[in-house]
């Protein structure tokens, strides 16, 4: 079975002001033409669909053509809904859409929505696990010792009984420890909300979202697919692509291929002097890092006249300055230091006593929930 997996589409998503609804629409359009060349049994959709929990009616509207030409090509798609995503306008008229081969998460009830699916080699259980906190699990499960998320979402597995005889795979919106992390996504601190790999075991293959890079973590089967844009001077680096797999018999390693994207506009990171940048140009989005050592006036109004889509400059002998004032050692003390452990901290220098275990677990609750809020 031929499947395609996308993710963090993000539609709506802004760039330093610079609206990318064009952009975004000539991408899914790329998106659609190797969907018809691969020609795919599914294709999965594994969360932030939308950059924001109210997207805008542009961006609807484009995912709704989107959705439309998948239809009309007799796909079956798997839609979850992520962090950025509200899951219940995610999941509103899903009864309607499954009759066009659409298939979207509920918004998470103590179950997993799942869909059997067949080819040559037997059925695939397509089970569709939307983003998920602590607090979302232990509501249905209030008989459980859930004192994380890697638990959490170990239970809501445990829940979901599969038949480990055929070929499962799950779509998950995640945090997966070890993954490597960009600017523009919202990623853990402290290891507040990492799962383990481990935890997708059971599955042969584990359709991630949430990370931005196109990467597996921890093996082969568990993937993130990665945004079809770059979203972050963090990224300019980076391949975008759609990620192909070809799944075979049960117990065969699932063949991972990529077809690589061509963005209307690239994002790019320029290091040089003022003046050697302003004998360029370009109508890419452009972050500039300037080398010389002064300030130059009007240096950002003076460079957008030649990149019209200019992010933003900073100064490379700044952030040296910055970095040397950096201690090092406090630093890595301090990103390996939890939220809660910072204010366990903070509340016994102010109470001049520890916190209670029911004080521990309203801190513990109100930091999950905020972590995790739009912003």
Same mark, same amino acid.
């Given at each position: 079975?031929?499947?395609?997996?996308?993710?963090?589409?993000?539609?709506?998503?802004?760039?330093?002001?610079?609206?990318?609804?064009?952009?975004?629409?000539?991408?899914?359009?790329?998106?659609?033409?190797?969907?018809?060349?691969?020609?795919?049994?599914?294709?999965?959709?594994?969360?932030?669909?939308?950059?924001?929990?109210?997207?805008?009616?542009?961006?609807?509207?484009?995912?709704?053509?989107?959705?439309?030409?998948?239809?009309?090509?007799?796909?079956?798609?798997?839609?979850?809904?992520?962090?950025?995503?509200?899951?219940?306008?995610?999941?509103?008229?899903?009864?309607?859409?499954d009759k066009g081969g659409?298939?979207?998460?509920?918004?998470?009830?103590?179950?997993?929505?799942?869909?059997?699916?067949?080819?040559?080699?037997?059925?695939?259980?397509?089970?569709?696990?939307?983003?998920?906190?602590?607090?979302?699990?232990?509501?249905?499960?209030?008989?459980?010792?859930?004192?994380?998320?890697?638990?959490?979402?170990?239970?809501?597995?445990?829940n979901m009984k599969l038949?480990?005889?055929?070929?499962?795979?799950?779509?998950?919106?995640?945090?997966?420890?070890?993954?490597?992390?960009?600017?523009?996504?919202?990623?853990?601190?402290?290891?507040?909300?990492?799962?383990?790999?481990?935890?997708?075991?059971?599955?042969?293959?584990?359709?991630?979202?949430?990370?931005? #890079?196109?990467?597996?973590?921890? /093996? =082969?089967?568990? !993937?993130?697919?990665? @945004?079809? +844009?770059?979203? $972050?001077?963090?990224?300019?680096?980076?391949?975008?692509?759609?990620?192909?797999?070809?799944?075979?018999?049960?117990?065969?390693?699932?063949?991972?291929?990529?077809?690589?994207?061509?963005?209307?506009?690239?994002?790019?990171?320029?290091?040089?002097?003022?003046?050697?940048?302003?004998?360029?140009?370009?109508?890419?989005?452009?972050?500039?890092?300037?080398?010389?050592?002064?300030?130059?006036?009007?240096?950002?109004?003076?460079l957008r006249a030649v990149?019209?889509?200019?992010?933003?400059?900073?100064?490379?002998?700044?952030?040296?300055?910055?970095?040397?004032?950096?201690?090092?050692?406090?630093?890595?003390?301090?990103?390996?230091?939890?939220?809660?452990?910072?204010?366990?901290?903070?509340?016994?220098? #102010?109470?001049?006593?520890?916190? /209670? =275990?029911?004080? !521990?677990?309203?801190? @513990?609750? +109100?930091?999950? $929930?905020?972590?995790?809020?739009?912003?």
């Amino acid at each position: 079975m031929k499947f395609i997996h996308l993710a963090d589409l993000h539609l709506g998503r802004r760039l330093c002001g610079y609206p990318l609804i064009e952009d975004q629409r000539a991408i899914l359009e790329q998106i659609l033409n190797i969907i018809g060349e691969e020609k795919p049994q599914a294709v999965l959709i594994a969360g932030d669909v939308y950059d924001k929990l109210s997207p805008s009616p542009e961006a609807v509207a484009l995912f709704d053509s989107f959705l439309t030409a998948l239809s009309e090509q007799g796909l079956s798609t798997y839609i979850i809904a992520g962090n950025h995503d509200s899951a219940e306008r995610i999941a509103f008229g899903a009864r309607i859409l499954d009759k066009g081969g659409i298939f979207v998460s509920p918004v998470y009830d103590g179950t997993t929505a799942h869909f059997i699916i067949e080819d040559e080699f037997g059925e695939v259980g397509i089970y569709l696990l939307p983003f998920i906190r602590v607090s979302d699990v232990r509501r249905f499960f209030p008989d459980r010792d859930i004192p994380d998320l890697e638990t959490a979402v170990s239970i809501v597995i445990e829940n979901m009984k599969l038949d480990t005889s055929r070929r499962n795979i799950i779509l998950s919106h995640q945090f997966v420890s070890g993954g490597s992390t960009c600017d523009s996504e919202r990623s853990a601190v402290g290891g507040t909300d990492g799962i383990s790999a481990d935890v997708y075991d059971a599955f042969d293959y584990a359709a991630l979202g949430h990370l931005h #890079a196109p990467q597996a973590v921890g /093996s =082969e089967k568990v !993937r993130y697919g990665g @945004t079809p +844009l770059k979203y $972050s001077a963090s990224e300019a680096s980076q391949k975008k692509s759609v990620t192909v797999c070809e799944m075979g018999r049960k117990g065969e390693p699932v063949k991972v291929t990529f077809r690589e994207l061509s963005p209307l506009h690239d994002l790019k990171v320029l290091h040089d002097s003022f003046d050697a940048l302003m004998q360029g140009g370009s109508d890419d989005y452009v972050q500039a890092v300037l080398t010389d050592e002064v300030r130059i006036p009007d240096a950002q109004k003076r460079l957008r006249a030649v990149y019209k889509n200019l992010l933003g400059i900073t100064y490379e002998y700044e952030k040296q300055f910055r970095d040397i004032e950096i201690d090092e050692a406090e630093s890595e003390n301090f990103r390996n230091t939890s939220p809660l452990e910072l204010f366990e901290d903070f509340f016994k220098r #102010a109470n001049n006593k520890n916190m /209670s =275990e029911e004080q !521990r677990s309203f801190v @513990t609750e +109100l930091i999950d $929930s905020i972590w995790t809020e739009e912003v």
